[in-house]
């Protein structure tokens, strides 16, 4: 059970968010009679923090780099506003603590706040302790730049795998209720250096059982191609997979009844960020048909129904007990 002080103190961090959506604007419309059926998340960082380029751009010359994740999240607020779409943003615990009044217009627009990590270190390259002082540390810098408590995490690069299934007991601990890290396939990226995904997990939102209680689960959609597990949709997969290829892939979803996360990041409608001396693999993933992110989500937005991601209903009946590595 929580103590008494963190819940005074969750209280009065949900008062500031609702006097901060009461005052924003561009927030979501009413619900119509049908319930919103997926959720657009998006994962706020910046160009030079993802796993592809961390052996280019080390943590310690983050600082150095020029920054164009406030202009790029402004492109991605703005974007969402013309189709009155309230999302949930994963942010960085680093990017909280140096830009707080962008977490706050996240924030006062109606959008839900995620944790993605401080540092976007990979969760299996990291011990149990690392993890937990690094969602720990991002968790409040989120909280104190917003004034809204954090109970939805993601990942980077959707590290929690088999190998790092120990991380699902800390989240709990930490007061999390809600996860979207787990790509229900095995798959590494186009250079091949950060394999991800835990095969064999459910393709549907889920209870997820771990010895110390349950999560909500939202994985990431994916199709089957023969004997393989294939992402459906989402950051480079939105931009290299064909658009009626992936409306065919997510209606099924829908026909089934069954809702589905989409992803992106604010750097992917920035077509002219500056260019990164990576492997082909890694500049193909990210560099690909940039500037056709914002027509293909602008599409997206009118052929399909998006919300939060606490939006989502998870059948009480699916429940999937996570098992692996042991910390």
């Not at 959008?111 to 990291?126: D, F, I, N, P, Q």
Request: charged share 20%; glycine share 8%; with cysteine.
């Amino acid at each position: 059970m929580k103590g008494s002080a963190q819940a005074a103190r969750e209280a009065a961090l949900s008062s500031a968010c609702a006097h901060a959506v009461v005052s924003g604007a561009g927030t979501a419309a009413a619900a119509g009679p049908g319930a919103v059926q997926n959720a657009v998340t998006v994962d706020v960082e910046d160009y030079f923090q993802v796993s592809a380029f961390r052996r280019l751009v080390r943590y310690d010359d983050w600082g150095r780099m020029e920054s164009r994740i406030e202009r790029n999240t402004a492109k991605a607020l703005d974007l969402l506003s013309q189709f009155d779409l309230c999302g949930t943003f994963f942010v960085l615990g680093w990017v909280a603590e140096r830009f707080p009044r962008l977490v706050r217009a996240i924030c006062a627009r109606g959008h839900e706040l995620g944790c993605h990590s401080y540092a976007h270190r990979l969760v299996y390259e990291m011990t149990p302790q690392e993890f937990r002082d690094d969602t720990q540390r991002a968790q409040r810098a989120i909280e104190n730049a917003a004034g809204v408590p954090v109970h939805v995490y993601r990942a980077p690069s959707f590290s929690i795998t088999s190998r790092s299934s120990w991380a699902l007991e800390i989240l709990l601990e930490l007061g999390f209720t809600a996860d979207s890290s787990i790509f229900p396939l095995r798959l590494g990226p186009l250079d091949g250096r950060f394999p991800y995904g835990w095969p064999g997990a459910p393709r549907r939102p889920f209870r997820l059982r771990v010895s110390s209680g349950d999560l909500r689960e939202f994985p990431l959609p994916t199709f089957r191609f023969g004997p393989w597990t294939l992402p459906a949709t989402g950051g480079a997969y939105l931009r290299l997979w064909p658009y009626a290829f992936q409306c065919r892939r997510l209606g099924q979803f829908e026909e089934q009844g069954s809702p589905w996360v989409l992803y992106f990041h604010p750097w992917e409608l920035d077509a002219q960020q500056p260019r990164m001396a990576a492997s082909i693999g890694a500049r193909a993933g990210h560099y690909a048909r940039l500037a056709q992110t914002e027509q293909l989500l602008r599409r997206l937005f009118r052929r399909f129904r998006f919300g939060k991601l606490s939006d989502l209903a998870v059948k009480e009946s699916r429940t999937w007990r996570a098992s692996g590595a042991s910390p």
